[in-house]
């Protein structure tokens, strides 16, 4: 059963299309994440939600919208993609403060390219 | 921010080799993870080590918080190794700020 699960695996789009990204975890972990790794391998936070709150947004422009519905579920919505938004989006969840081993677990990742 | 400097960036070993991976933080952290990166893209957990040692396997790691480095051990590696290392920093609990990752090759 796996952990932190992402789909799609792999999305394929158009310039100036809208699509969402689905993680759920069943860690029953608190605080879900959203990270981006780019074409040189660099990974880099987008969002941060703890118990469906919105903690930290990581100068990342508008037409990413997060949404937590609840604290096992964080889904991201793109819209109007752009060339540079190809990359490897990756989710992560965390236990809450205060648990000891504080690391992360992350989803396989969805590679999103843009042509 | 947090800067980050992994070293060294890239390390092509023997099968069986020992070898040892550093990580440079420029401030105060309450929370420094080490990932392995596979050729196939998963992202795995290998420590959560704020301070202290801690080790699993093969692999160990140490972190000097007062000197702002951690260290990574892989002895007696193995093909299945290979793939990118990183470290990440964070000072507090929802940030985490990654280096740009040691490439391991091992050898046959």
């Known amino acids: 059963d796996t952990a932190v699960s992402q789909t799609p695996k792999y999305l394929v789009t158009q310039m100036g299309n809208d699509k969402s990204i689905k993680c759920e975890q069943n860690l029953g972990h608190d605080t879900m994440y959203w990270y981006k790794q780019d074409s040189k391998k660099f990974l880099k936070i987008m969002f941060s939600y703890n118990n469906k709150e919105l903690i930290i947004n990581e100068t990342v422009p508008n037409r990413f919208s997060p949404k937590s519905p609840d604290k096992a579920h964080l889904n991201l919505h793109i819209n109007s993609l752009e060339l540079g938004d190809s990359a490897v989006y990756f989710c992560?969840?965390?236990?809450?403060?205060?648990?000891?081993?504080?690391?992360?677990?992350f989803g396989s990742g969805t590679r999103l390219t843009v042509v | 921010g947090i800067q980050v400097e992994q070293s060294p960036p890239d390390l092509i070993l023997q099968e069986g080799a020992n070898s040892t991976l550093r990580c440079n933080f420029s401030d105060s952290v309450n929370n420094l993870q080490w990932f392995h990166q596979n050729p196939w893209g998963q992202l795995i957990n290998l420590f959560y080590i704020p301070s202290g040692t801690k080790q699993n396997g093969r692999l160990s790691a140490t972190t000097v918080a007062t000197e702002r480095y951690s260290l990574l051990y892989i002895s007696s590696s193995q093909t299945t190794d290979s793939g990118v290392y990183f470290c990440a920093v964070g000072s507090n609990d929802y940030k985490l700020s990654f280096g740009a990752g040691t490439t391991v090759t091992v050898r046959a």
């Open positions: 992560a969840s965390s236990p809450g403060q205060g648990v000891k081993d504080y690391g992360y677990t």
